[in-house]
């Protein structure tokens, strides 16, 4: 079936710093893969997204690399603020049925000032 | 993109009683689905909300705990059904409006059984 492996948190940080939020995933055929957000009190939210194998995702800053060879997602800000503590999801929905999404596991960002 | 409405948002209730969940959206959408955040892990599919028959449940979870309704296209209910301690969760409605848009989710429920 299909999986999703995020790296363990907390990942805390300092403002401005460099962010990598890993994650691999197992799947039949070809996914689409998500990064969604979850702040402080709030509901989920849809961050970015790739459809195919090379596509890049990018939203507020944030860039993520849809990697056929090694079936990675990983997540990356070039200097994050402390607005960007949340939880982050990767995520993946199958291209057949229903396309419901596979979460990973969350991995919370704390950025300190 | 589709508004999700969830309420209750939070709830404290007694073990051994039921919880009706409604979700509206504020447009017509192809496919709901309900989550379940357990405190500090993921989302967990619990089932696909089908529009005038039956919802589809993921290996775990079965209607008699689970009640689920869709009439329309932009409303379902979940009913949490003889509640346990366990059952203590965040149960999230989630919806697409077509099947290439992504999925939407409402701000959940936060259940408490005591």
């Known amino acids: 079936g299909n999986s999703v492996t995020q790296m363990e948190g907390p990942v805390t940080l300092s403002e401005e710093a460099f962010l990598t939020i890993n994650c691999t995933y197992t799947?039949?055929?070809?996914?689409?893969l998500f990064w969604y957000v979850q702040y402080p009190g709030e509901g989920l939210q849809l961050l970015l997204k790739?459809?195919?194998?090379?596509d890049k995702g990018s939203n507020k800053g944030f860039e993520a690399t849809y990697r056929k060879e090694t079936t990675s997602f990983h997540l990356e800000k070039g200097s994050v603020q402390v607005s960007d503590s949340a939880v982050y999801f990767c995520?993946?929905?199958?291209?057949?049925?229903?396309?419901?999404?596979?979460f990973g596991s969350g991995t919370r960002l704390q950025v300190q000032p | 993109s589709a508004v999700i409405s969830q309420k209750p948002s939070r709830d404290i209730c007694q073990r051994g009683t039921s919880l009706t969940i409604q979700c509206q959206v504020d447009?017509?959408?192809?496919?709901m689905f309900w989550y379940r955040q357990q405190p500090g892990q993921s989302l967990t599919l619990i089932a696909t909300?089908?529009?005038?028959?039956?919802?589809?449940?993921e290996s775990g979870f079965v209607i008699d705990k689970f009640p689920i309704s869709r009439p329309n296209l932009t409303f379902s209910t979940l009913t949490v059904s003889n509640m346990s301690p366990e059952d203590s969760s965040i149960y999230l409605c989630?919806?697409?409006?077509?099947?290439?848009?992504?999925?939407?989710f409402g701000n959940g429920t936060r259940l408490t059984v005591t």
């Open positions: 989630s919806a697409r409006t077509g099947m290439e848009s992504p999925l939407h």
């Open positions: 799947a039949t055929g070809y996914p689409s």
């Open positions: 790739a459809t195919k194998a090379d």
């Open positions: 995520a993946l929905s199958d291209r057949t049925g229903r396309r419901a999404l596979t």
């Open positions: 447009s017509q959408v192809t496919m």
């Open positions: 909300a089908n529009q005038g028959s039956e919802a589809t449940y």
